[in-house]
């Protein structure tokens, strides 16, 4: 009788390494390591330091469930059912956006801005990520979030449960679901994509990001052209507006803002790669 093959911790991401970079997977020894660390529980560094030792058939059949979901190019957040944005880990589902750490650059701009903010409006939340992050670093303020999807409100729900905040969510497109009220600051990161590019960009967006999150029409500004005009409405006297944009939008996101006459001149902001991320603006004190 053959001896059963024994699968060594070394062993398994040795092998791994090569499956997932054959099926063109980036970083395929360190997405490895992530997975294997699901499936047994450990962290990498108790990886390190129990590289020979054999996994069990548990271990093995998660691992080899997960392994086959990523070589489908099922994003590695999918799988492990989160990511880490702005230092916090969010739940994440095919319901929402994956957070990107580029949208951090919100984040640094509101916290530059208005870091005094008591009443914070996040249109379209998804994850809520962003709605989260603000609440934890601005405590005292009243931070209400949008979306359109029920879906995603109840993962961002239960994103604010597990990071121990409370954030007022509502269900609703755009300001619907706040008229009345006023902000001191509205951010947002609103699809941009354009509809013609959606089939051009990489699998594991194009595939499994939720399409609402990712079109933005056919030249990736029709929310711009609402949410923009509309906002001042919502706004304090002094308060900020933060969009994020895609890549080359920055000029015709400013030009938007500037043919309202209801903001200061915009401000343009890159990401830490240099790409023109975010653009905001100040409502003027008299409209």
Same mark, same amino acid.
């Given at each position: 009788?053959? %001896? #059963?093959?024994?699968?060594?911790?070394?062993?398994?991401?040795?092998?791994?390494?090569?499956?997932?970079?054959? #099926?063109?997977?980036?970083?395929?020894?360190?997405?490895?390591?992530?997975?294997?660390?699901?499936?047994?529980?450990?962290?990498?560094?108790?990886?390190?330091?129990?590289?020979?030792? *054999?996994?069990?058939?548990? %271990?093995?059949?998660?691992?080899?469930?997960?392994?086959?979901?990523?070589?489908?190019?099922?994003?590695?957040?999918?799988?492990?059912?989160?990511? %880490?944005?702005?230092?916090?880990?969010?739940?994440?589902?095919?319901?929402?956006?994956?957070?990107?750490?580029?949208?951090?650059?919100?984040?640094?701009?509101?916290?530059?801005?208005?870091?005094?903010?008591?009443?914070?409006?996040?249109?379209?939340?998804?994850?809520?990520?962003?709605?989260?992050?603000?609440? #934890?670093? $601005?405590?005292?303020?009243?931070?209400?979030?949008?979306?359109?999807? !029920?879906?995603?409100?109840?993962?961002?729900?239960?994103?604010?449960?597990? $990071? @121990?905040?409370?954030?007022?969510?509502?269900?609703?497109?755009?300001?619907?679901?706040?008229?009345?009220?006023?902000?001191?600051?509205?951010? !947002?990161?609103?699809?941009?994509? *354009?509809?013609?590019?959606? !089939?051009?960009?990489?699998?594991?967006?194009?595939?499994?990001?939720?399409?609402?999150?990712?079109?933005?029409?056919?030249? @990736?500004?029709? &929310?711009?052209?609402? $949410?923009?005009? !509309?906002?001042?409405?919502?706004?304090?006297?002094?308060?900020?507006?933060?969009?994020?944009?895609? &890549?080359? /939008?920055?000029?015709?996101?400013?030009?938007?803002? /500037?043919?309202?006459?209801?903001?200061?001149?915009? &401000?343009?902001?890159?990401?830490?790669?240099?790409?023109?991320?975010?653009?905001?603006? /100040?409502?003027?004190? %008299?409209?």
């Amino acid at each position: 009788m053959a %001896e #059963k093959e024994i699968w060594t911790t070394l062993k398994v991401l040795t092998w791994t390494k090569e499956y997932l970079l054959s #099926k063109g997977v980036d970083n395929a020894r360190l997405e490895a390591e992530w997975l294997l660390c699901a499936a047994t529980g450990l962290d990498r560094v108790g990886l390190y330091m129990q590289y020979d030792k *054999p996994l069990n058939e548990k %271990e093995l059949y998660d691992y080899r469930a997960m392994v086959s979901r990523r070589a489908r190019r099922e994003p590695l957040q999918h799988i492990l059912g989160s990511q %880490e944005f702005y230092g916090l880990d969010f739940d994440v589902c095919p319901d929402v956006l994956i957070p990107r750490h580029d949208t951090e650059v919100l984040i640094t701009q509101v916290l530059a801005h208005c870091p005094a903010a008591k009443l914070v409006l996040d249109v379209g939340t998804g994850s809520g990520c962003i709605a989260i992050t603000l609440k #934890k670093h $601005l405590p005292d303020a009243h931070v209400t979030a949008i979306d359109i999807s !029920s879906a995603a409100l109840l993962i961002a729900g239960q994103n604010a449960k597990k $990071l @121990g905040v409370e954030i007022d969510l509502r269900e609703g497109s755009l300001f619907a679901p706040v008229v009345g009220c006023q902000f001191d600051v509205i951010v !947002s990161n609103p699809p941009y994509i *354009p509809s013609a590019h959606i !089939s051009e960009l990489d699998q594991e967006v194009r595939d499994f990001d939720p399409l609402i999150a990712l079109d933005g029409g056919t030249d @990736g500004l029709d &929310i711009y052209r609402t $949410l923009i005009p !509309s906002a001042w409405q919502y706004l304090n006297t002094g308060g900020w507006l933060f969009v994020e944009i895609g &890549i080359g /939008q920055e000029h015709d996101v400013q030009q938007l803002f /500037q043919q309202t006459e209801r903001y200061d001149k915009p &401000i343009i902001i890159p990401d830490p790669a240099g790409i023109k991320r975010v653009v905001g603006a /100040q409502r003027k004190s %008299e409209v």
